[in-house]
Each structure stands twice: as C-alpha cells, then as structure tokens.
C-alpha cells in the first residue's frame, strides 16, 4: 500500500506564490511518474503538470510558463512551485504517482483571492 501526503496549500491573493509537496510512503518498488492535478467547482479533473522518473516535465497549457514541477526522488516527494496565481487557479489540488498502480492524494485546496 502507498500513501500519499499532500501539504502546501492554503489562501493567497492573485500574483502570489505557493509551493505544493506531496510525499509518498509505503510499499514504493518504483515510481514512474509524479503528476499534478486539480478539479475546480463544477469543472472536470485536469492535468496540470507531470514529471516522468528521469525528470522531465510537461505542463498543461493553462499553467506553463508559471507553474514549475520537480521531484527528489531520494525522498519520493513531488513539488509544484506555482507562481504569478490567478484566481482561475483555485482548485483543489491532487498529487497522483504511478508505481505499480496509480496512487492518488487526498488533495489540497488552493485559493486565489483577487
């Protein structure tokens, strides 16, 4: 079993920044990608940004250019560094990791004021 701890979220005002952590634990053997999504009110589940095993990114297009994921693979922890925030970017935020299967976090709620 692998479990997954979302921190970092919280209130900010529009133009500030936040920095996601998501930490997993557990039975890990090998973790191939660490991905980022969110699911605003009414609104579907969407990709934000992905970072495969060998570290490198992709970013939906929504976010690129402000938005930047990284991961210590050491500490099977993934980072969203999330910048220049809007408030369409209030969402609840959910770190997804796929080892054997995928595993999704908890979630985290982001709110931008403006």
């Known amino acids: 079993q692998v479990q997954l701890v979302e921190s970092g979220g919280g209130l900010v005002q529009a133009g500030d920044s936040l920095r996601l952590s998501c930490a997993a634990s557990g039975s890990i053997f090998s973790i191939n990608r660490m991905d980022w999504y969110r699911q605003a009110p009414g609104k579907q589940r969407e990709l934000v940004a992905a970072i495969t095993s060998g570290g490198s990114p992709v970013y939906g297009n929504s976010v690129k250019g402000r938005f930047t994921i990284s991961r210590d693979n050491a500490k099977n922890t993934v980072y969203l560094q999330m910048s220049s925030l809007k408030p369409e970017d209030t969402a609840v935020y959910y770190c997804?990791?796929?080892?054997?299967?995928?595993?999704w976090g908890q979630g985290t709620q982001v709110t931008v004021s403006s």
């Open positions: 997804r990791v796929v080892a054997d299967i995928p595993y």
